[in-house]
């Protein structure tokens, strides 16, 4: 009888001293939870509200420039070279400028290509770039280049270098690197130093 008599004992001290730890962690100042104290008036409360309200009112606002902006973005990436390979798009930089080249008057033959390393273009973006070089008169080059900016992808002049006129015709050598922008996805990740 002793025995069950301690147990007993043992349990009610065990749960008052629980009860006594939940009371003075709840009581004490740097609890997680939140009571009213004396020192909150109305006049708080109504001011947190009106500015709670205030704050509710400027979401369709903000929600109306996120669809906006959204909406403008997708419009301005609907330029941007689709191709599941770096390699993949900087043949579709070089179909492009091939295109923009036979449409002059004379055709324009492109007789070399070289293609440059595709690389990061901001956070988002990546730059594949196809530089070819051809045999042209002045007013073809300038033609080109403004038909090369009303294309409906996202392909720009990156560098144009000309050499002197010769022959009875003023051809111009002509070095003309285009650059066109993909998905970041498409450019290869720069590795750091090997860890030993």
């Given at each position: 009888?002793?025995?069950?008599?301690?147990?007993?004992?043992?349990v009610i001290g065990g749960m008052l001293l629980v009860g006594?730890?939940?009371?003075?962690?709840?009581?004490?100042?740097?609890?997680?939870?939140?009571?009213?104290?004396?020192?909150?008036?109305?006049?708080?409360?109504?001011?947190?509200?009106?500015?709670?309200?205030?704050?509710?009112?400027?979401?369709?606002?903000?929600?109306?420039?996120?669809?906006?902006?959204?909406?403008?973005?997708?419009?301005?990436?609907?330029?941007?070279?689709?191709?599941?390979?770096?390699?993949?798009?900087?043949?579709?930089?070089?179909?492009?400028l091939r295109k923009v080249a036979r449409a002059q008057s004379?055709?324009?033959?492109?007789?070399?290509?070289?293609?440059?390393?595709?690389?990061?273009?901001?956070?988002?973006?990546?730059?594949?770039?196809?530089?070819?070089?051809?045999?042209?008169?002045?007013?073809?080059?300038?033609?080109?280049?403004?038909?090369?900016?009303?294309?409906?992808?996202?392909?720009?002049?990156?560098?144009?270098?000309?050499?002197?006129?010769?022959?009875?015709?003023?051809?111009?050598?002509?070095?003309?690197?285009?650059?066109?922008?993909?998905?970041?996805?498409?450019?290869?990740?720069?590795?750091?130093?090997?860890?030993?």
């Amino acid at each position: 009888m002793n025995s069950e008599r301690a147990k007993l004992f043992f349990v009610i001290g065990g749960m008052l001293l629980v009860g006594v730890i939940l009371w003075f962690r709840l009581a004490s100042p740097d609890s997680n939870t939140v009571v009213a104290g004396s020192t909150d008036s109305v006049a708080m409360a109504e001011k947190r509200l009106i500015r709670l309200r205030q704050m509710a009112s400027l979401l369709p606002g903000k929600d109306q420039v996120l669809k906006q902006a959204e909406t403008e973005l997708a419009s301005r990436e609907k330029g941007l070279i689709q191709a599941e390979t770096a390699s993949q798009a900087q043949a579709q930089v070089l179909q492009i400028l091939r295109k923009v080249a036979r449409a002059q008057s004379p055709p324009v033959d492109i007789k070399g290509v070289e293609l440059g390393a595709p690389k990061a273009l901001g956070d988002a973006y990546g730059e594949v770039m196809v530089s070819v070089s051809m045999d042209c008169r002045i007013d073809q080059i300038v033609n080109l280049l403004a038909d090369l900016t009303s294309q409906p992808e996202l392909v720009a002049t990156n560098e144009l270098r000309l050499g002197a006129a010769n022959g009875r015709e003023k051809m111009i050598p002509v070095r003309l690197t285009v650059s066109g922008v993909v998905s970041r996805k498409l450019i290869p990740q720069k590795k750091g130093p090997t860890e030993f």
